[in-house]
């Protein structure tokens, strides 16, 4: 048998082999990511509830940290943080709920809270500015809610309230 024709038999099996296995494995990284998220995701929403029945089964923001001053809002209460809007406007944190560029949310509507750090780099055009922004992501309940982002280039906030809001509604993981 001529040698290059077994060569050519063995890249050829290592060849559909590699096509075969590649896709098996990223099918399996992805699955394995998406069981960590949710693993997370399950651990703040039971941090969450735990708190919620400490409360009624109200959701109600947590705050022992300076005030912001400001009129309380009929329906959500007191007012506890605001983060100003570049360009006019802010988010405003209260007790039972936030408003939002004119978007009331009830904290209760609330899934998940979660704060992505970002990157000190802010790098050289807006893609990769707002890649490396961090970012406080505010996920709702139902199937057609909007997930309402807050990031630090468009609002002036500091890390430790993004955390100690996080925290404050109760979706901290356990480690933290």
């Not at 940290?65 to 570049?86: I, Q």
């Not at 922004?133 to 906030?157: C, E, H, N």
């Amino acid at each position: 048998m001529n040698s290059a024709l077994i060569i050519g038999v063995v890249f050829g099996i290592l060849g559909i082999a590699l096509v075969v296995l590649l896709p098996i494995v990223a099918i399996v990284f992805i699955i394995a990511l998406f069981r960590g998220w949710n693993k997370q995701s399950g651990e703040r929403r039971a941090n969450a509830e735990a708190q919620r029945q400490r409360h009624g089964g109200q959701t109600v923001l947590e705050w022992s940290w300076p005030r912001a001053p400001g009129a309380p809002d009929a329906e959500f209460g007191d007012l506890l943080e605001e983060f100003p809007k570049k360009g006019g406007g802010s988010a405003r944190f209260y007790e039972r709920g936030c408003v939002l560029n004119g978007k009331r949310v009830p904290y209760n509507d609330l899934k998940d809270v979660y704060f992505d750090e970002g990157s000190s780099e802010r790098g050289a055009d807006l893609k990769e500015a707002i890649q490396n922004s961090a970012v406080l992501w505010l996920y709702r309940k139902g199937m057609f809610q909007r997930t309402l982002p807050i990031r630090d280039f468009v609002y002036g906030f500091d890390h430790a309230d993004c955390r100690h809001i996080r925290d404050g509604l109760g979706f901290r993981r356990d480690g933290d």
